[in-house]
């Protein structure tokens, strides 16, 4: 079983950055791809970053440019560095993990995330 505890989110004006953290209880080595999603009010939780075990990396186009994410092995960590961020950008940002063999997916709490223009 895997806990996952993300922390840094906060208020920010248009322009600014933030970096998430995203803090495992297990090794996060043995998982397949971590990842963030967010969801704003009234829409569906979408994909924002993934990375997988040997740190290939995927973002959509809205945040393409603007966020990185990786991962500290050592740290059991996974971080979403957000930078430009837009008043759209606003959401509650999750972690998540997936891990193939046995099948298990895995959610963090939220943290939230609220750009100001």
């Known amino acids: 079983q895997v806990q996952l505890v993300e922390s840094g989110g906060g208020l920010v004006q248009a322009g600014g950055s933030l970096k998430l953290s995203c803090a495992a209880s297990?090794?996060?080595?043995?998982?397949?791809?971590m990842g963030w999603y967010r969801q704003a009010p009234g829409k569906q939780r979408e994909l924002v970053a993934g990375?997988?075990?040997?740190?290939?990396?995927n973002y959509p186009d809205s945040v393409k440019g603007r966020f990185t994410i990786s991962r500290d092995n050592a740290k059991n960590t996974v971080y979403l560095q957000m930078s430009s961020l837009k008043p759209e950008d606003t959401a509650v940002y999750y972690c998540?993990?997936?891990?193939?063999?046995?099948?298990?997916?895995?959610w963090g709490q939220g943290t939230q995330v609220t750009v100001s223009s």
């Open positions: 990375i997988t075990s040997d740190d290939r990396t």
């Open positions: 297990g090794t996060i080595s043995l998982l397949d791809v």
């Open positions: 998540n993990a997936f891990q193939r063999t046995p099948a298990r997916v895995y």
